[in-house]
Structures are given as C-alpha cells and as structure tokens.
C-alpha cells in the first residue's frame, strides 16, 4: 500500500488558482522530490499536505485514512514528520532539549508539572542525535548553532515520533555543496531502513539528481511530469520551464 | 428624535478629537514599533502650553489659533527630543520594554507639568469667531464643536496624501517593514523616524490644544486620553489609519449614545467593545496579521537551568533574613514584609505568562482583585472561615483566568495585552458599579484574619510560606514538561504545531495558572489589609505587576523578584522622602531601560557570567 | 574601486571575521565563494556599514567608509542586495524602485524604471503589483533593481542565485554579464561554482572568516586541490 496518496488537490488564494488537479503517491522507504519554478505551487501543496493549509478540494490519505483537513498537530500525531524550509526550532533550548520535547510530545507527557524534563526521554533523545552525528551538540543551545546543524536536528525532531512519512520543504536550501550531498544520502539512509516515504521539494539539481528515486514536476499548479530522474531530465517540456540548459546550474 | 440628532452630532465632534491623538499613536507605532504610552503626556502638554500660550498672547484670532498651533509645534519638538534621547537607543529592544520607558516618561511629564502648571485645574479661553452656536433642526448646536467635527476628515484626507502621494510617504511605508533595507538604500532612516515622531506628537499636541476651549486642562488629561487612543488603534488596527478613523467615530458615537441608554455601563462600554471587536477580528477592524518587522527583533531567549550558586547563596541568605529577622521588627515593618511577600508571588504569577509564556498581559491586576474578591464575598456573604476564603481565592481566579485567557491567548502581541486590559477594565467597572453586592466603591470592610492568625507576625509567617510555597511551585513547573511546552510554543509556534503541541490549549490553560497563582496573592492581601477595593484590580496595579516583571528581568524567575522586592523598597521610600517621587520614580525607569535593557536580574546575571567564562 | 583590508568583525563575543582583504577593480565582477556560515554575508555586511566593524580598513572610490553608516556608504554609489531579498512587500513595484532612487552620481548611464523594465521583463508587466504578490525569481530580480534605481558605481550582490528555479537563475547570470557590460562593479556571494564561474572575473574564498584563496577563474578552475578544501565540490 501506498504510504502517501494524494488525489484532485485544489487551492486558490482570491482567484489565483495555485494548486490544479494534483495527485501522486508515495511509497515506504521511497525518496520522491517535487520539483518546479518559484511560485509554482509547491510549498502549497506541502502545507496542505501536512494540514497547516485546507485544500479547497481533493483528498489526502495516510495509509489508507483519510487525513483531508486535520490540524498539523493530529497528522503529525498519525506518523508525518516535517522539516521547514526555513528551521524551526525552539531556540531557548539545547539540541538534546529540542528532540526531548518531540519525544515528551509523543508519549503524551507534556502535562507534567513536576518532574524536571532534564530527567525524561533524554537517553531516546541522544540515541536519535548520534544516529544523525549530532551527539557531540546535544548540550549546545539552537540558537548558536550553525545552519547545517540545525537542519539535522529538524531531522531528528521530526524522526523522533517514529514517522511514516517525512515531508522536507527545500532541506538544503542555506547548506554547502558537500553538506547537502551528506544530509540527503544519511535522510535516504535512514528512510530505507525504516521504510519511510520521503517527499521533498528542491532546487539544487545535483541533490534530486543524485537522491530522488521518482520526480514530480510542478508548473503553474499543475504537475507537467513525473517519472524517473533520466526520463524527466530528458523531458524537454521540462527543460523549458524550469531545467533550463543547465549551463549554470549543473542539471546537465 | 432631535435629540439623538445632537447626540449624534456631539459623538462626531469626540470622535474627532479621538481620532487626531490615535492617528498620532498609529503612525508612531507603525514606523518605530513603539508603543508609546507616553503619547497621553503629549495631549496633555498640547492642551497646558496652549493654555499658556493663548492667554499669554494678545487676544484675538492671532493669539488664540497662533497659540493652538504654536502649542503643537512645541509639544511636535518635545516628542523629537524624546525619540532622540531615548527612544532611539532602545529601537532594538522588546516591545514590552520600550513600553516601560514610555512608562517612565509619563510619570517624568507628570511631575513636570504638575511643578509648572500646579495642580488646579485650568480653563482656557473660547475660540473667537466660533464662540457661539448654530440652529440645526430647531435645536442649538455650539459651533466649535461643528469645527472639531470638521478638523478628523481633513486631517485623514491629508494624512493620506502624505503616506501615499509623497517620496517621503513612501519612504516611510518602506521604513514600518524593514527599516534596515531602507537604509542601505541610502536614506537617513534616523531623520525619517524623528520626522515621524515629530508629526505623531504634533498631532498629540493638536488634540490636546484643540480641547482647550471644551473643557479644562488638568493632570489627569493624560492617562484618561491614552487608554482611550489605544483602545481606538487597537480596534482600528494597529498602523492602520482609515481603521483609526473608523474606530474612533464607533467609540464617540458609543460615548455620545451610551450616556443616554445605559449610564452605568459606560466606564466599561468601550472595553466591552474593544473585547467584541478583538474576539471577533484578532487584528482589529482593519489590521492586518502583525508581520515582525525587521532590524528590531532581539535574541533568542537563554536556556533556563540551576541557579548558579552564587544565586543560590544570596537566595538562601534572603530567606534566612525573611524567616529569622521579623520577630524582631515592629507592625509597621511586618505589614510592608508581608505586602512584599505577597508582591513577591504577584509578580512570579505574571512572569510565567511574560516569560515562558511569551505573551504580555497589561491586565494581571484583575487576576488578584478576583482573588482578593473571592475571599472577602466568601466571608461576608457565606460567613467562610479565612483558610476557605484563602483557597477560594485562587479558585476564583484561576475559572476566570480560564475564560478570559480562552479568548486573550487566541491574539498576540499588543493585541493579546489590549485584550486581558479589556477583561481587567470589565471585572474592575463590575466591582466598582454593582453596589449590592460589593459595596463599589466603598469596597468590603472587615475581611480580618481567623484569630490564630491575627498577630502581624503569625500572619507575615503565614504569607511567606504560602507565597513562597506558589512561586517555588511555579519554578518547578517551569523546568517541567509543562513549561517547556510554554516555552516551546513561545520560541516557534510552527514548530510546537508541528510536533503535535496544542500551542493553544498550553497558553490557555498557562493563563489560568497564573491567574491562580495571583489570586493567592490576592486573597492573601485582602485579608493583610481587612479590606478589599476596586482599586485592587485598577490599571495602575496592573502596570506596578508589569514594572516589577520588567525592572526585575523576564527571562528568569528571578527577576520578577528582584524586581518585585525592588519596586514595592523604592516606592515606599520615595513616597516618604519627596512629594516629586513620580520624577524620581519615572528617571529611575528610564534610565535603568537605557543601560539595564535585560532588567536588574538579566543585568547581573550577564556580569556574573562575563566573569565566570561562560556562555 | 573597492579596497578591504584586515576586516574584522564580531557578533556579540564570535569573531566571524579576521582579517579579511579583498579588492573589486572598476567594472570586474569578482566572486566571494565559501561554504555557509563561512563569512561571506557578514563581509557584506561589514562593508555596507550594517555590521560595525571591529578593526579594519574599507576603502570605496578613494575614500575611507570602515565605520559609517549604511545610509552614507549607500549614497557615495555602493549598492547592496541583501541575501534574502527584504523587497518592501506592501509596496508596489514601482514605489519599492522609488525608495531605491537616489540622483545619478557615477559616469555610468542613470537608471530608470524603464531601463530595469528592459533588463528585467517580467517586472514591466507587474509595476502596480505588491511585492508581497510576486513569486521567488520576481522578488530577487526587484531586490536587484530597487538597488540599482540609487544609480551605484558598485554592488554588493549576496547570494543571488539562492533559491531559485534553474531557468531563473540562468536569466540571472544574463542579467548580471549585462551589468557588467554597463560598466558596473559587482562584488558576488555564492555557493554555486556553476554560477560564479559562468559570470565573474577573479574569486576569492573565504572559510571560518578567513580569506583562504584568490584568483582568477581559470586559475581556480585549475587548483583542484583548492576547490577540494574549501569549497568541497
């Protein structure tokens, strides 16, 4: 079965259509990046993915269940991580704080008014920070960290509830060439392992090339083509509007 | 029917004069992010030196309206040397902390105008050529209040041209979204803000001066016109002019109408008012979503952990001092002891909404007032003992916490604050009219301590272990899940929503155990005092909550009692020693914004740590 | 035309930079590469005034700028376009370019809305739109042409390609090679050697605040080894 799938999806913002008819599927442990020009509808699309916008039409279904219209907090809560493409993190804590409160969240302790939070969750917590190559951080606060950095403990917090499906709007957008490379190939890593779906938007082709098992090509709202990495590179329809010659921008 | 036709009429000519201070407030908070409260003082000073001026000059229509403009001019000129001293040193600062030093001004201005012009009121001189009144529809009608009238429109109309028919317009458009970009776009945003302020005050001072021939000038002209003006922003929203304009012609008319259906409600008609437009429209009438402007925003907050030791220490030997020093000390010293205690667990209350919160709340007074009511109603009305008065105390508090708070915390920023002084103003105009059952303003008398605790010294043991028990409480609360989520939503909203955190359902239910927590130490004031009044729940306890919360610091526990301890020694100080304390008082204010921006508590704890090396 | 030397700079207590020089010749185009955090914004920063530098000399067309205020440098013709765009989002386009217009003081050709319109198409077709309503490439294009309207000798251009769709970002590198065909000096961030090379004259690498490298483009194309350490492509 499929983990993601996405069928008619609609959304105008006074009178713009921004998303037109979309529809794909995701599936475990596969790496599908959505691709297209600024504008074109793709952070869109991933905000009503994950609930934070409402779809005018068409359904979203996790698993099967449809999860249309539920508030980001009851579709995380269902199994989707998600990483923004500008960080969010909680900067008055320390990394190991940071995923401690994804984990509290997903065991349901956040009620507590007396235990001391430096107690709880936080052996989990720095399993899930070594794993991404983290641990020498975790006492550092996030508001000092690097951006490289604070990208891996978004991809910590949002692995902390055991996801089904991770959503990354643009997660190398702000890194080096050789960090976007490291973070892709260690998030592909994982998604296998655990048999994740990952869907992400990008615009540095040397990563979608490199680490997108299919991709989707959004236009104007609408996807233009979908297929495997070759096939949508050779897409001249693709080249067009977004590939370009690729003289620049190393997409050749 | 001629009558409303009057009526309605005279609600114009408010709304009017409403509507030249608060286009003032907006344009300044618009451009600079300021709120500036001080904004009171400038009408205040329009309408003293116009009266000064005006009576000083020949008489006649050069002496009168040269005085009034002349009188904006100047109070144009005081509001540039304000943004010039100060505020232009703090642009960088919270929004919470600039308000403090407007604050501070407000009381600085007090005492200056009260040296210059004395305490009796004022009555200045009418208008020449418009001393008289017309005839509309058979009914007389004074014609300077058709003046007034007149004076908004124009005054919109010309506002518009400016912002958006002139470079300069533009350039200050430019400068309320990012006022860095602006300047690496070579222009002099320093000039383009004291120009800006120079035209809010100016406006401020008009207003002022324009009511000279209404009614007389006095000191109170100035706290009465700024909560008015920003409940007109407010619902207007923030920075929108055309919202200011609207809002201030709803609550003139509201005035002008309220007066003849309901008397008795209109203390509290506007707030009522403000609180429906808010629960309706976050963002007022017009507003938009508040986007964070750029250039202005502070730091993230520290990380919270152990107190260092040497906090510790001086922690401890406090206590030792409170526990052991009192049986030692006569009534009177016990009595401010035991107020501070209780000021002590007041302030700590708010601190956790401000804090690990991250919202403002110019309200918190009503939290202890409901408090304080709660256990006197329950002595006086079900004869309760003072152990169940003192745990209805926070019971009350903490329900209407929860049903307040369930709209307040939906709104954030000035919003969120102009909302929770709403439901203060509410309770507080509820305490004050329904006579019946709360004596209004006579208050409830005789709400004595149960005789065990009756002796100073019993009581002042008695408070201290119960305000200290809550705000120690309060602090474990704080490094508990509980407050991290606070903080969690507080630091990213976006990302506590995306971790599966109830952003809302964590302030809300924050809110209602800070209001709780405060009426604890409402109940245990109204039984140190045996008394309970209206003016337990006034804006001026509200703003004394803020003050301590901000002297003292908002980022640690510790600083709401630093500062706390701090505001309730100096006051009581310098109300003994100078009839001027408010000068004192505000100075002190702003010159600890100006070189303490972290408050007394955050200022200590930067040193202790440049010291010790650590980050 | 543009001339820094031991530039240093601080947030708080982090040095970010130390002694950093670099030199932009009239009318070269030259390229800052480094990895993120490496320096490159805050050496903009630095020399456009908007972070205070701590020691340090920033020469600009003969005359001292280390320590004045960004609206100052801004006049005497040194032109800055901020990373992340910060166009004015409830302007439209036309009076965003008029908080950018300053009188023409260099002997390069004024700008005016209609020469933007020429270089940039897609911005003549929405000149009442707000900046708020435009997509990711039409913002950086009138972040670039707000800057040009103060008729600069020089840019500081930071990261323009950041972001953006490949088709936009290659009409990008047109516009930039028309610039410098105006005569125009440009001092360019980036992290996409792809880009840099394709338009500018001479790059200079910096790493942890330090300037590590510098050259002309062939001459970095050839050090294999360079690219390798810094720029780990």
Not at chain 2, 230 to 249: C, E, I, R, T
Not at chain 2, 306 to 326: E, K, Q, Y
Not at chain 2, 534 to 545: E, F, G, K, L
Not at chain 3, 174 to 187: D, P, V
Request: aromatic fraction near 8%.
């Amino acid at each position: 079965m499929a983990t993601l799938e996405v069928a008619g999806l609609e959304k105008s913002f006074g009178g713009v259509r921004a998303v037109q008819g979309v529809s794909f599927a995701v599936h475990p442990g596969e790496m599908l990046a959505l691709i297209g020009p600024n504008g074109a509808g793709k952070s869109t699309c991933f905000n009503m993915l994950n609930g934070q916008l409402r779809p005018d039409a068409g359904t979203v279904r996790l698993l099967g269940r449809e999860i249309t219209g539920l508030a980001p907090r009851q579709v995380w809560r269902l199994g989707v991580g998600r990483t923004f493409q500008i960080t969010a993190t909680f900067g008055s804590m320390t990394v190991l704080e940071n995923v401690q409160m994804a984990l509290l969240s997903h065991h349901r302790r956040l009620g507590g008014l007396w235990r001391p939070v430096a107690r709880l969750d936080a052996a989990p917590a720095r399993a899930l920070l070594g794993r991404l190559g983290m641990a020498d951080q975790a006492e550092r606060p996030c508001g000092i960290l690097a951006y490289g950095d604070l990208k891996r403990v978004e991809l910590a917090i949002a692995l902390a509830n055991e996801p089904k499906l991770l959503l990354m709007d643009e997660p190398t957008a702000g890194m080096a060439p050789q960090e976007r490379v490291a973070l892709m190939a260690l998030t592909a890593e994982i998604a296998r392992e655990s048999g994740i779906a990952v869907l992400f938007t990008e615009h540095d082709m040397d990563v979608v090339f490199s680490h997108a098992d299919r991709i989707l090509v959004l236009d104007r709202g609408r996807l233009i083509a979908e297929g495997a990495p070759a096939a949508v590179r050779a897409d001249p329809n693709v080249r067009e509007v977004y590939l370009g010659s690729g003289a620049v921008t190393g997409a050749h | 029917m001629e009558n409303l036709l009057l009526q309605a009429l005279s609600g114009l000519a408010s709304a009017s004069s409403l509507f030249l201070v608060a286009s003032g407030l907006t344009v300044i908070f618009g451009v600079s992010r300021v709120v500036n409260f001080a904004h009171g003082s400038l009408y205040m000073l329009g309408a003293y030196l116009a009266f000064t001026l005006v009576t000083q000059l020949p008489r006649g229509h050069l002496g009168f309206w040269g005085g009034v403009v002349g009188a904006a001019i100047i109070v144009g000129l005081i509001g540039v040397v304000v943004e010039v001293l100060l505020l232009r040193r703090i642009y960088r600062a919270p929004e919470l902390f600039q308000l403090l030093a407007t604050f501070g001004v407000v009381l600085i201005v007090q005492d200056l105008a009260l040296m210059t012009w004395g305490a009796q009121d004022l009555l200045g001189p009418r208008a020449p050529g418009l001393r008289g009144s017309t005839e509309i529809l058979g009914l007389r009608f004074p014609l300077y209040e058709l003046f007034l009238i007149g004076v908004g429109p124009v005054v919109l109309g010309l506002l518009w041209l400016l912002f958006h028919r002139t470079r300069w317009g533009t350039l200050v458009r430019a400068a309320t979204q990012d006022r860095e970009m602006v300047g690496a776009l070579g222009v002099n945003q320093r000039m383009l803000f004291t120009s800006v302020f120079f035209l809010g005050s100016l406006l401020a001072g008009l207003g002022g001066a324009l009511q000279l021939p209404r009614e007389s000038v006095n000191l109170h002209m100035d706290l009465s016109i700024i909560t008015e003006a920003f409940v007109v922003v407010v619902v207007g929203g923030l920075g929108s002019l055309s919202g200011a304009a609207l809002a201030a012609l709803l609550i003139g008319e509201l005035h002008a109408f309220g007066i003849l259906v309901l008397p008795k409600i209109t203390l509290v008609l506007v707030f009522l008012v403000m609180a429906l437009v808010l629960v309706v429209r976050p963002h007022g009438l017009l507003g938009k979503p508040e986007a964070a402007a750029r250039g202005g925003q502070g730091s993230a907050a520290p990380l919270i952990g152990p107190a260092p030791p040497a906090l510790r220490r001086l922690g401890l030997a406090a206590l030792a001092v409170a526990v052991l020093l009192p049986p030692f000390l006569g009534d009177y010293a016990l009595s401010v002891l035991t107020e501070m205690a209780i000021l002590v667990l007041f302030a700590a209350s708010l601190h956790l909404i401000m804090g690990p919160g991250g919202m403002a709340s110019f309200g918190h007074a009503a939290y202890f007032g409901l408090g304080a009511y709660g256990a006197a109603l329950a002595g006086q009305w079900l004869g309760a003992p003072m152990l169940a008065g003192l745990a209805l105390a926070p019971l009350a508090a903490g329900i209407f916490g929860l049903v307040f708070g369930f709209f307040c915390v939906r709104l954030s920023g000035v919003y969120a604050a102009m909302l929770t002084l709403a439901f203060a103003q509410i309770a507080w105009s509820v305490a004050f009219q329904w006579v019946e059952l709360t004596g209004g303003d006579n208050g409830i008398l005789g709400v004595w301590p149960d005789r065990w605790a009756a002796p100073k010294l019993v009581y002042y043991y008695l408070a201290l272990v119960l305000c200290l028990g809550a705000t120690l409480l309060l602090r474990r609360v704080i490094h508990a899940p509980f407050g991290y989520a606070l903080r969690a939503q507080r630091d990213s909203t976006l990302r506590a929503e995306a971790i599966g955190i109830d952003a809302f359902r964590i302030r809300w239910l924050g809110f209602g155990l800070a209001a709780a927590a405060a009426g604890i130490a409402g109940g245990l004031f109204a039984y140190a005092k045996g008394s309970v009044f209206p003016t337990y729940m006034d804006i001026p306890r509200s703003v004394d909550a803020l003050l301590m919360v901000l002297l003292g610091g908002v980022h640690t526990l510790s600083g709401p009692i630093v500062g706390a301890l701090a505001l309730t020694g100096l006051q009581e100080q310098l109300v003994r020693i100078t009839d001027y304390w408010r000068l004192v008082l505000g100075s002190i204010i702003v010159l600890l914004v100006l070189f303490f921006p972290q408050g007394l508590a955050g200022a200590a704890r930067a040193r202790w740590e440049a010291r010790h090396g650590d980050a | 035309m543009l001339s820094v030397s031991g530039l240093s700079a601080y947030y708080g207590r982090a040095q970010i930079l130390d002694d950093v020089a670099l030199e932009v010749g009239a009318g070269e185009v030259v390229v800052l590469l480094g990895r993120n955090g490496a320096g490159k914004s805050t050496t903009m920063k630095a020399i456009m005034g908007l972070v205070p530098p701590a020691a340090g000399s920033v020469r600009f067309d003969g005359a001292e700028i280390a320590g004045r205020e960004p609206f100052e440098i801004a006049r005497r013709g040194l032109g800055y376009v901020p990373e992340e765009r910060r166009i004015f989002t409830e302007l439209s386009v036309l009076e965003n370019l008029e908080v950018g217009r300053r009188p023409a003081t260099a002997a390069l050709r004024p700008w005016t809305p209609e020469r933007l319109f020429a270089l940039f198409p897609s911005l003549g077709s929405m000149q009442d739109r707000p900046g708020g309503r435009m997509s990711g490439g039409e913002q950086q294009m009138l972040t670039i042409a707000r800057t040009l309207m103060g008729n600069p000798k020089l840019i500081l251009l930071d990261e323009p390609s950041e972001g953006l769709a490949p088709v936009i970002i290659e009409r990008m590198a047109e516009a930039i090679r028309a610039l410098k065909a105006e005569g125009l000096s440009i001092l360019l961030s980036e992290q996409n050697l792809h880009f840099a090379q394709a338009v500018s004259d001479r790059a200079t690498i910096i790493e942890k605040g330090r300037i590590r490298w510098s050259g002309t483009i062939p001459e970095l194309l050839a050090a294999d080894e360079v690219r390798e350490q810094y720029l780990s492509v």
